[in-house]
């Protein structure tokens, strides 16, 4: 049973255009979610997050959008850059209990020149 | 200042044998996560420390796997004995107490191959 989904398993975007990354959960007790970028022959990296409280949260080239009552979040870049080319994965946490973050599939995003 | 490292980076054996993989967790960092990666199941926690506690082991398949943090800058996954669906990439991670809960810092990851 996925309780974080990324249907999507590949993603193709041109260069400068935006990218937008979706993941649905289906635990309501999740109330803190990340996003990672992983490169090949890499372990995971720290991307962005956002606490279920809120529902938008922006760095940069990089803002993550919370829907709580749609359980979906979204992680738009842009501009998208070859270098952003990586697989992205989705997790969440329900913070208050442990530091277990369950973990959607990824989806792998190519950035095109 | 020096990553979570792990080793070795890749691994081969044979099917029956022990397989020992080992984890250095950046300098004061509280937590310590073994997780493994494969095509199927995707990333998967088997265990993860405190303090040098475990905290939570449900993760960890059977018997055969055990994980043990004797001090704050060393942990190990050990597999005895191995076998052919044990093969997968298996990723330390550690965090800090000041860094938001599910911020880990992974390391590069350790290739297995049970052949």
């Known amino acids: 049973d996925q309780q974080v989904k990324q249907n999507s398993p590949s993603l193709s975007v041109q260069e400068g255009r935006i990218s937008i990354l979706n993941c649905d959960y289906t635990?309501?007790?999740?109330?803190?979610f990340l996003w990672y970028k992983k490169y090949p022959a890499e372990g995971p990296t720290f991307l962005i997050s956002i606490s279920s409280i809120k529902d938008k949260n922006e760095d940069g080239r990089f803002t993550v959008f919370l829907n709580k009552s749609a359980k979906h979040l979204s992680l738009h870049i842009v501009p998208s850059q070859p270098g952003d080319s990586a697989v992205y994965f989705c997790?969440?946490?329900?913070?208050?209990?442990?530091?277990?973050?369950?973990w959607g599939l990824g989806t792998s995003l190519a950035v095109n020149p | 200042d020096a990553g979570v490292i792990q080793s070795p980076r890749h691994e081969v054996t044979e099917m029956g044998q022990e397989v020992t993989l080992r984890c250095k967790p950046i300098?004061?960092?509280?937590?310590l996560f073994w997780y493994r990666q494969t095509m199927m199941r995707g990333l998967e926690l088997l265990i993860y420390f405190n303090n040098n506690v475990p905290i939570d082991d449900s993760g960890m398949p059977e018997d055969r796997f055990s994980a043990k943090m004797p001090n704050a800058s060393f942990s190990t996954l050990k597999i005895q004995p191995s076998e052919p669906r044990d093969s997968a990439v298996y990723f330390c991670a550690s965090s800090s107490p000041g860094r938001g809960a599910g911020e880990l810092f992974f390391g590069e990851g350790s290739r297995l191959t049970v052949l």
């Open positions: 300098s004061g960092h509280d937590y």
């Open positions: 635990n309501s007790m999740f109330d803190y």
């Open positions: 997790a969440a946490i329900n913070a208050g209990n442990n530091r277990k973050l369950i």
